[in-house]
């Protein structure tokens, strides 16, 4: 079996590939009204759903100039939980990390967790120098999660998010410069 370069294993979970049947569990929480709050998707139809998995199954790793989305499963049950976004450039200097995780899961170091498996990978397998994240001020579990990791806040700018005005913080993450 050939070995799969984009799983992380962590204390309660792992980071995977997305596949087709993890369709319910995916729109289950991405249609959480609360969840979706501060994200930049909208709830998807089966249909859509199920090809967005299935381009996601395909991933082979981090390219140039593209997102990819890998799952977060619970450990004992494979169960997707959530998902992590990964940019990487297309100049190849920075990547950008982007996180889902339902409700039901949050508040256990389970993203934290996992956002550090998905950074650790794209920092081996890329020569990318560091990787940015951007929240809105309001959605204070992220800007913990962001500094627990070690990414130094470099920006606050005023922004629209959704036709409403909103704070947007960037943070930063140095290769090398984390906790």
């Known amino acids: 079996m050939e070995q799969d370069f984009l799983r992380r294993e962590f204390p309660g979970g792992r980071v995977r590939r997305l596949r087709c049947s993890d369709r319910r569990a995916f729109q289950a929480y991405r249609s959480e009204a ?61 990547g950008e990390v982007g996180y889902t995780l339902r409700t039901a899961s949050q508040g256990r170091g389970l993203a934290t967790a996992a956002v550090r498996a998905v950074i650790e990978l794209f920092f081996g397998q890329t020569e990318a120098r560091w990787v940015q994240a951007v929240t809105d001020e309001r959605n204070v ?25 909103c704070v947007d913080l960037e943070y930063r993450l140095e290769r090398g410069g984390w906790v």
Do not use: C, N
């Open 141 to 165: 579990a992220s800007v913990r999660l962001l500094e627990r990791l070690g990414f130094v806040h470099l920006v606050t700018r005023a922004a629209r998010f959704r036709g409403q005005p």
């Open 34 to 94: 609360e969840l979706g709050r501060y994200q930049g998707w909208e709830p998807m139809s089966e249909q859509g759903a199920f090809d967005f998995l299935y381009g996601m199954s395909l991933v082979r790793g981090f390219r140039r100039g593209d997102w990819i989305q890998l799952g977060i499963a619970e450990a004992g049950t494979d169960w997707l939980i959530g998902d992590i976004g990964m940019y990487w450039s297309e100049g190849g200097s920075y």
